[in-house]
């Protein structure tokens, strides 16, 4: 069967060289072994995508499987590596900053490590940010603090501008840690180097704390901000059922995707409302929200609404599609919409509402147990690629296994909830609130 | 010596019954002696005080000391108890709740226990709220959460009509746990018995969160309070270093007094500058604000600013006295007005503001353990008060020994942190700010 | 292709109702959909396998999805369900119980719920435990506590005789969230239902610290425990470098197998030591265990090493075979046995050790977010299960998806570290360990 | 009135240098004030003391006000500071070594601080310690971490060698904090430097986990410990009803006072019997202890019970009064002990009983935020006395006020917990548990 439904990952050429690490080849010896370049998983496990592949003689679509390779393109004692960290926060990222310096330091040898401060800012000499040198003593105690410790910056900065300095510095391989912006970045900054013909590695290690990156499992930093977010839920309760008719209006990180609003509801199931950008919702009306509200606190004299940022923007109708640095579409304030509409609406009701923002509180929480381990995993297999001379995928998680996927693949387009999907339906059974609204 | 200067603690009348609990009247008997009723502490224990009276031959301020009575005015078994809690939520107002119950059911035996929710609003019939029955086992898990189970409202009722509502009620003894207000409002009720001849015990246990009530040591909660903050701080701090020029604001409660913002700075010392209510300080000019916060970005490239919701009002020029529920003035946000001027300031500089205020995740936690003793030992010495007869005043704690004080003596004016004392000077060496700005 | 390599999942019979969940059949509508009953998702999606089914024509090994079925076994109103707990504490077993009382009462209408008491014993009236009556408002909020509040206990109880004890009280499904010993005796009790004819559905929901059970991911609770697991390493680190030698040797929880002591070293890198059940290791010897301890503190002046407690019994001569309640062969205390070897080893050298069991604190937790959504999901699917007349399967989650199984294969062997992995390799990277000792 | 009731304070010398720090002399000028030489606080602020003096004319025990003062003995820029950290590890440590650096730094002005590891040992030469230089930059985040980044030891030195270690190395003040033990070996140390007219000021920051430091308000780390230690109770409490007639014991620190045992039950209120040292109690017989638990067990079906590790050593027939590195007397473990009897007693009863000790897991925590306040300002507290020359003086806080005393007052005995006070009344109440057991 033809790999033409592989996603395929480039190279920057033939391996030549022998990787330092002392592993296997063979099962049994109770020593890990290389991974073999032709290892590959499928993406779409279904019986029936079996059935239909076999009938159709189809090969299915296949990932390549991460992990080191006994063959390697840099000799590794020569190398000079590069870590630059962009966007917003997210907890984790440190984690995995101290990940790749200790396996490039202590798997490989590596003995240049460049930190880039401010995100892609400080690939540009105007900037003057200078570099930070990374060694192991100056990483080994940063996953205990939240934030990015390089720094970061939203936005973009000249292709060829990066890629000179990358050149000028001797960089042999690129770490980008970010989003769907970053990561379109790194790969133009891979194209770049491609049309130069360089020998440049770039490898992006996606970080979006609102879980938005197509294709992979959960990204890192997502389960600590859910659990973050859900004690906050906690709170939020405690101030509704505080006051009479007392309504918690908490508003969660999602501009396009509501996974943390929805996670946050499931783990903490005090919530009555969840409101996330994939779905449509009428305020007015005798099915809108407003009235499934009204019912609730006739009920129960209290009321917790979680809304993800995103959610609710085809509720403002003059749009004004101003975009952030970052090239998003700047997004009215639904949370103070929402606040501003109940008041109104129950102006003959004693309500009190509280309104509750915690987004840079939960952003820059160190990162939990299981982001940790994560982000030390996805740090080596980014490390490995890079020594293998990969270039332009990402470190990733799919069907809880690690693969190496090409960057163009995962920002086609944002993952979303699957509005008939099992996740989305235990959250509204969680909630009790109506399909439609 | 005569007590004409002690703080007078007004009674119902002479104690008539023997208090059921099993205590002593001898010291070495390893058994805990009743209090007697003479026992005083001195207000202010300074050896320049001494000498004072010593010279004058006046007696120093005393307080009362509290704990159990060996007579009690009110006979266990057939004694009505009234709980209400008013004002915002704060730490452990569920653990004085659980401590009242505790403490009249196990300790005195006492029957008959009444949560009036939603605050004073609840002794109002026309509300309609109802009373809840409290016991031991309805109460005994909610130390484990914040908020107030019983529910709060802010602001004043009819006096007469709360009264009728205890009288109606058969009501012996009414626990207000509440701030200044609530206080007050408490204390104007025990007036109001007093004239109507009335055998209604009146005590309040004040809970403050800004511990901005007058006299006492350090109020329930506060301790909490700024040990959530501080850990906010933390977050704040990562904000700030995560960006070139990276501000954090932090806006923290403190209307009148800036004890969190102080204390959390000083417990989380990455704060470079702390506003509060008590300083003034001007935002422009030489040696203003503005003027230092730019010196500390040109040094350091990153600051935290901590405020308290109660400062820089002087800065309004048209401050329109607005009062909210509670009687209070209603502040203009400081905090938004800070960023709004920061932006401007820096119209010219790369600079990334980000603005957290925290308020409602810092009430509504649930009380640490040093919070939890406290917040028990309150109300066990609130429930001896009140079965001794003793009216209007506050279970309290002064230069660490439990006292009880009239209610009228800690509402007369605010406490706020002294300037000149050392507690401030701490927190400005912690920050490394100028003494004046 | 036909099932033959499908994991078999077995029926009480032919559905006899309709669902009375509000779903879809069809895509695009944005409701979520019944699963249908042939939906299968392959075992091992490795291309490999793919390959050699289809080369070799075998289909290949399938699993069930989990989910609701639109044609149901039960008639939801007249079912009595009930849930037992059994053998050790682990975080999650409260959300589980908390899942699945509101799945039966607000997706079914499910009326009758039995919570038995104690584990298995509760299912023998000798014990004379009673029952208690479950309801939403009873189990609301008791994810918010570790434990189980049902109670639990180790051990068999007769099979024949809990069957009777399902029959008389008209039990038609019973939940029983438990570990490998527990997952064998309701399959037993499932057989023997079998057997009479009866019409009793019968699920277990896995529950396992260790995360020992076979073919599924990571069992619920077990993320939690290693985070707690993992802040205690912290403090060990701590008590290891506060002591000049000082060394730190903590027992975590793992019988067969050490994933809780390998994923808590990798989330919190201050371990310089994992030992696990799984791997062979010398004390003596110039490559053993306590050469390399040796050498550690020669460098670094101090050591933290992490044990499993079943790790190094090849160590112990004279095993006794002793079998604990619930027929697990008992343990030699590897802990204390290494505290006193090291102290033996190192008599001449000035060392502080510190020994540390937090057993108890660390399966006592609450579910962290992550096991709070995951208990969730597992019990409603366990619910659905059950209504649809499915039985002697788990509830689980396979490759990230969630799925049924049959109890017997899950409980054909324990699951453990696979020493060839990507994950114990990441482990042994990041202690810096020897590969063999 | 004269002085002779005073603690009095040794000093080096009279004062020689003017104080750098700007601070006033006048009231009203919104500037902290130098602290006075003169100023004093009376110990014992009772009524009744006052008469007694005033009738006897005797003057009361006095203690000096800390606080920076004006006129100082020591030239800040070329003193050398030197700290030390001794005995076992407690939350706190580490904010102390902080503050001390960061008053002595930015305060004063001092250019050389010495940090000595590992306790006294590092005092003597022969142990080849070495010491560290601390700035500011290196203390910054220690704050964040539990344990001593100094490291510690137990146990005494020979004194003239650890004072010769000082002069050689110019040390002009030390500042040694630690417990019972170190504040008598720094007393001895400055004793040995009186005697050879060297002008060493010797100050300790008094360290007791178990708040048994005589005359001070509860010491540092002491607030954290029984935090952490509350929450663990919650875990004990979860495994004693987890099991028909769970038992769980939980041994906390207390070697000779029970204050961690006795507050953590009063925060957590979930504990039935609670045994300090300062307690007798009988196992045996009609009213002890053992026939207590069997009435609760039978009530109850569970039950827990914290024991400090000091308590019941009379139980003990023969001690064999084995001392251990700092001279304290090894106690037997009465937590293993009691579980042994308690297990023999109901050897026909069907229990579970479950002992924790997580003592490690308590002192490694770090300083929660009152905690971090508190240190903080003993440390800058420390820092004044010595540069005005004060020696052989404990930095503490006593009725709510920082003070100076004098070593060797705080020294002559141990704190206990008064059996017939008010704090142990309350917890007896809490518990539920009787008087005499």
Redesign the interface.
Same mark, same amino acid.
């Given at each position: 069967?033809d790999e033409k439904h592989s996603f395929k990952i480039e190279s920057l050429g033939e391996p030549r060289f022998k990787s330092p690490l002392?592993?296997?080849t063979v099962?049994?010896?109770?020593?890990?072994?290389f991974i073999g370049e032709s290892?590959?998983?499928?993406f779409n496990?279904?019986?029936?995508h079996?059935?239909h592949?076999?009938t159709t003689r189809d090969s299915?679509l296949?990932m390549e499987k991460a992990?080191p390779r006994q063959d390697i393109f840099f000799e590794p004692e020569k190398v000079t590596a590069a870590i630059v960290t962009c966007g917003g926060?997210c907890p984790g990222i440190n984690n995995v900053i101290?990940g790749l310096v200790?396996?490039l330091h202590?798997?490989y040898g590596v003995k240049k490590i460049i930190g880039i401060?401010?995100g892609y800012?400080g690939l540009n000499p105007a900037?003057g940010?200078g570099f930070m040198e990374l060694t192991p003593d100056k990483v080994?105690d940063v996953?205990?603090?939240?934030?990015?410790?390089l720094?970061?910056?939203r936005g973009a900065q000249e292709v060829s501008l990066m890629v000179d300095t990358l050149e000028e510095n001797h960089v042999d391989m690129l770490f980008a840690i970010g989003g769907d912006g970053t990561l379109k970045g790194v790969n133009a900054i891979g194209e770049e180097i491609a049309k130069r013909k360089a020998k440049i590695s770039v490898i992006g290690i996606p970080k979006t704390i609102d879980n938005d990156i197509d294709l992979i499992?959960e990204s890192f930093g997502y389960?600590t901000a859910?659990?973050v977010?859900?004690?906050?839920l906690? &709170?939020?309760?405690?101030?509704a059922?505080? !006051?009479?008719n007392?309504i %918690?209006i908490i508003k969660l990180m999602g501009r396009d995707s509501g996974f943390i609003a929805a996670?946050?509801t499931?783990?903490?199931?005090v919530v009555n409302f969840v409101l996330v950008p994939e779905?449509d919702f009428e305020l007015e009306g005798e099915n809108g929200f407003l009235a499934a509200l009204e019912q609730r606190l006739q009920q129960k004299k209290h009321a917790v609404i979680v809304v993800a940022e995103g959610a609710g923007q085809h509720l403002f109708k003059d749009r004004k599609g101003i975009k952030d640095a970052s090239g998003n579409v700047k997004h009215e304030d639904i949370g103070v919409f929402l606040k501003e509409k109940i008041a109104a609406h129950f102006k003959n009701t004693p309500i009190s509402i509280?309104y509750? &923002?915690?987004s840079?509180?939960i952003r820059? !929480?160190p990162a939990?147990? %299981?982001d940790?381990?994560y982000c030390?995993?996805l740090a080596?297999h980014a490390v490995h690629a890079a020594m293998a001379g990969k270039t332009r995928l990402v470190s990733c998680k799919v069907?809880?296994?690690?693969v190496y996927i090409p960057i163009s693949e995962v920002t086609k387009q944002r993952k979303k909830i699957d509005?008939?999907?099992?996740?989305?339906?235990?959250v509204l059974?969680?909630t009790?609130q109506p399909?439609?609204m």
């Open positions: 069967m002392q592993l296997s099962k049994g010896d109770r020593i890990f072994n290892e590959r998983l499928v496990p279904s019986l029936e079996y059935n592949c076999f299915p296949c992990g926060l101290r200790m396996a202590y798997f401060p401010y800012e900037a940010h080994k996953h205990q603090f939240g934030g990015t410790f720094g970061s910056s499992d389960g859910f659990d977010a859900s004690s906050i906690k &709170d939020a309760h405690n101030e059922t505080g !006051a009479y007392g %918690s996670s946050a499931l783990a903490m199931p779905m509280k509750i &923002d915690p840079y509180i820059c !929480a939990n147990s %299981s940790s381990v030390s995993r080596y069907n809880n296994t690690y509005l008939e999907g099992e996740f989305w339906f235990s059974q969680s009790g399909f439609f």
